[in-house]
């Protein structure tokens, strides 16, 4: 059974940094398509980074363009985010996310992602 387990979320400052890790089990995941998405308090979850299969491409979305960075560890079988130059507006759920399919092409939607962890609560104060 397929499961994804976020951690590394917390409070902090405006302007600092935080590394969130998703660790992926139940399936060798080391080439698949692993996506960090967001949902704050009132708003529907969206996407902020997305590796395609064999990290064919990234998907990032605007709002954390050059502030985050998604990667991954295959031997880990975790990918990670690393996310600095944190604004309050980057207070939200975090949660990763894995498709069934190997060949998967990220684009931002949520369509497709079928396995999904808890979330890990990021809080940036002011």
């Known amino acids: 059974q397929v499961q994804l387990v976020e951690s590394g979320g917390g409070l902090v400052q405006a302007g600092g940094s935080l590394r969130l890790s998703c660790a992926a089990s139940g399936g060798a995941f080391g080439t698949y398509a692993m996506g960090w998405f967001r949902q704050a308090p009132g708003k529907e979850r969206e996407a902020v980074s997305c590796?395609?299969?064999?990290?064919?491409?990234?998907y990032d979305s605007d709002s954390v363009k050059g502030r985050f960075t998604i990667r991954r560890d295959s031997s880990k079988n975790t990918v990670y985010l690393e996310m600095s130059s944190l604004k309050p507006e980057d207070t939200a759920i975090y949660y990763c996310a894995a498709p069934t399919a190997w060949l998967y092409y990220c684009t931002g939607s949520t369509e497709g992602m079928d396995f999904w962890g808890k979330g890990t609560l990021v809080t940036v104060s002011s």
């Open positions: 590796l395609s299969t064999k990290e064919a491409s990234i």
